[in-house]
């Protein structure tokens, strides 16, 4: 715990059970002490004389005048200490001035001496005569002769002269009455480098309580908020056991001067406790123990009406108790936190290890065994101030390793991330992305089976021709590297188009083109089916310098309303759209090898065409289609014919259109006559000689119009 609490209750819990409460030791008042001006300076615990006022109604006359009759013994010890008491106690000093002049002395009760409820001095004036003051945490500060935290009593002593100097101290509670003897000079001089240590002690806690605030309010981590209010508890212990807090912060409210201290102890605990199990992670590292960390903190929350009711005695000891107890629970939970491998713990072990080494060389002084007045004086604040430091290294020090921690976290996740990307990828060779975009909105490890949704879209399937003869002519190895080659460029040429590839079928490929706000579907379709022509072109330009026969495709294309979703098992699923569209899409590209076609598109698809004037489009009429009761009136894209052959059937159009509509109405004779002027002006137009054939069938059969 910080130094001073932990010094002042430790050790009070061992002179409660070493000293008894009314030690009355066997010697009988001593000789006076000389003193001389230019020493400066006088331990008296073990010069003075003391005695019990059993019934507390003696008068310092009464005192004065039965002297050593009065049951005055000489303290024996280096230390005057009571234990824990409710009584009054009368203090004999005898002095006696080996100066040759008068001079001025101050007496000084310090350290513990500051708890002591009431102390009345009978001291020597510049004359001679007696001066009574009074001082004590339950008098009001303004009673005080000097205006100061320290409890100091002016007198003065006439050369050569034997004097007796008398307390009477009264308190409910620990007493210790450490009794400092000095002249004014020196403690003028001892006193100056007392307040800038102490300010410096005060400046350590109020930094540390503003950085670590600051760094709290910048990663809101809840142990820098605790320790924050760990620190506030510290700085009004400190203040407040000083007596700094009852001269400037309540000095005439006595009562709460006297409990102040026991209050910001008690609160001092509940943060330690709170501390220990928000900074090792207590539930976690250390379960069992942070079950007894638990109790503790709502044994110390239980405790707050006893500390502010209760005598000062109970509740000191109170304070004691759970105080050895939390001190010991919070280094077993710090331990073995350490050794599990908790390094953030390091830092806080030696923060505790060192306060209780500063609290047993206390202990050691406060008891003889060493002799220096610094380690009295300024042990506790220097083994505050490094608790303090080590708490905020540990603190920093358990950032620093999460900082590392969650460095190494992100490396993992990253290195995770990269293999879900690479995954994902790889998914999307087998499943396209726009699939996924509609069928795993939520992952791909949450492809729901029969998940489907109704879109809009232009369905586009092409085929090689010829592609069974061509197999026969080459190998396995030589027929995968043909459809390879041939794929990639149809696939770069759908994917410039906005569309992507649903399935690849032997020697065919099925295509989507989904509308949006910005694009036409079916503009893209017809764009990407005419590119795709001229993306075989250029292949079959390369397939010739290799020695190979060119190649020539069809493509069917149709727009309407179909299902995307997800069919199969739960062991084996697969994306897929049906819909009658898809269905036509499939026949229009079967079509295009009975007409001789390039591209064929679907009623529906010209519809959705805005005006495009770059488009040479011309009606096919209409067809009955393998799977529809209505026949389906088709459309031929003429952008991907040769040049010699679009100027051909664009100079044949007038009469295509006439030839059409006779064959339309059944007019089989002027139909045969209309489709041979076509070919007559388009010898090379397929159509027109597919149209021809159907046209003298009918007619040399005597049929009616269809």
Not at 204 to 233: G, K, P
Not at 374 to 382: M, R
Not at 450 to 462: H, W
Request: charged share 20%; with cysteine.
């Amino acid at each position: 715990m910080f130094g001073i609490q932990l010094r002042s209750l430790l050790l009070l819990s061992l002179i409660l059970f070493v000293v008894p409460s009314d030690i009355v030791l066997a010697s009988p008042g001593g000789a006076s002490l000389p003193v001389s001006h230019a020493h400066g300076r006088y331990g008296l615990a073990s010069v003075v004389d003391y005695a019990l006022d059993r019934e507390g109604s003696a008068d310092i006359a009464t005192v004065m005048a039965l002297g050593d009759a009065f049951g005055f013994q000489r303290n024996q010890s280096e230390t005057l200490a009571f234990g824990y008491v409710d009584a009054v106690y009368w203090i004999r000093i005898r002095l006696q001035s080996t100066d040759a002049d008068s001079s001025a002395w101050l007496l000084e009760l310090s350290g513990l001496g500051r708890a002591i409820d009431e102390i009345d001095a009978w001291l020597p004036g510049t004359s001679g005569q007696l001066q009574h003051f009074r001082a004590g945490d339950a008098v009001p500060f303004h009673a005080r002769r000097i205006s100061h935290h320290a409890i100091l009593f002016p007198f003065h002593l006439q050369a050569q002269q034997p004097v007796e100097l008398y307390l009477r101290v009264k308190t409910n509670g620990t007493l210790q009455i450490p009794l400092t003897l000095w002249s004014t000079e020196h403690y003028v001089e001892s006193e100056h480098h007392d307040s800038l240590l102490e300010g410096l002690f005060y400046g350590v806690l109020l930094i540390m309580i503003f950085y670590n605030a600051f760094i709290y309010l910048s990663v809101r981590d809840s142990s820098y908020i605790i320790y924050v209010l760990y620190l506030v508890c510290v700085l009004m212990f400190a203040v407040s056991l000083k007596g700094v807090g009852f001269e400037y912060l309540w000095p005439d409210q006595p009562w709460w001067n006297n409990k102040s201290n026991l209050v910001f102890a008690e609160l001092g605990v509940l943060c330690v406790l709170l501390f220990a199990r928000s900074f090792l992670q207590t539930p976690v590292n250390t379960p069992i123990i942070n079950y007894v960390i638990a109790a503790l903190i709502l044994a110390s929350i239980a405790s707050f009406p006893f500390v502010v009711l209760a005598s000062h005695r109970i509740a000191a000891a109170i304070l004691s108790i759970q105080y050895l107890l939390t001190v010991f629970f919070v280094v077993v939970a710090a331990s073995i936190c350490l050794k599990r491998g908790f390094k953030a713990a390091r830092y806080y072990l030696l923060a505790w290890l060192g306060v209780l080494l500063s609290i047993l060389i206390w202990v050691l002084n406060s008891f003889n065994w060493i002799h220096s007045y610094w380690v009295g004086a300024y042990v506790f604040q220097l083994g505050t101030s490094i608790q303090v430091l080590l708490f905020s290294f540990a603190l920093a020090d358990r950032i620093n390793l999460m900082r590392v921690e969650r460095e190494s976290a992100l490396k993992l996740q990253l290195a995770h991330s990269k293999r879900l990307v690479s995954m994902a990828q790889m998914f999307e060779k087998f499943v396209p992305k726009q699939f996924l975009r509609r069928i795993a909105r939520e992952g791909i490890e949450n492809i729901q089976l029969g998940k489907a949704e109704a879109d809009e879209i232009s369905v586009l399937f092409a085929d090689i021709r010829g592609f069974t003869s061509l197999s026969e002519s080459l190998t396995p190895q030589e027929l995968l590297n043909f459809l390879n080659a041939c794929f990639t460029r149809l696939d770069k040429v759908i994917h410039e188009h906005d569309g992507f590839i649903d399935k690849f079928m032997g020697d065919g490929v099925m295509a989507l083109f989904e509308q949006s706000p910005d694009t036409c579907a079916a503009r893209n379709a017809v764009m990407a089916a005419i590119d795709m022509h001229r993306a075989v072109a250029v292949y079959n330009e390369h397939r010739a310098r290799s020695g190979y026969a060119p190649i020539d495709i069809g493509i069917g294309v149709n727009t309407g309303s179909v299902i995307i979703g997800t069919v199969g098992s739960s062991e084996r699923m697969d994306s897929t759209v049906l819909g009658d569209n898809v269905n036509v899409a499939a026949r229009l590209q079967e079509l295009t090898k009975a007409f001789g076609a390039r591209i064929i598109i679907s009623e529906q698809t010209r519809s959705a065409l805005r005006d495009e004037p770059d488009l040479h489009l011309r009606e096919l009429g209409s067809v009955p289609v393998r799977g529809r009761k209505n026949a389906v009136r088709l459309f031929e894209v003429m952008n991907a014919d040769s040049a010699d052959l679009l100027a051909q059937k664009q100079r044949a159009l007038p009469r295509y259109q006439v030839a059409l509509e006779c064959h339309r109405r059944g007019d089989w004779a002027g139909a045969v006559q209309g489709w041979r002027e076509c070919l007559a002006s388009a010898p090379q137009d397929s159509v027109c000689r597919h149209w021809l054939a159907e046209a003298e069938r009918h007619l040399a059969a005597g049929a009616s119009a269809p």
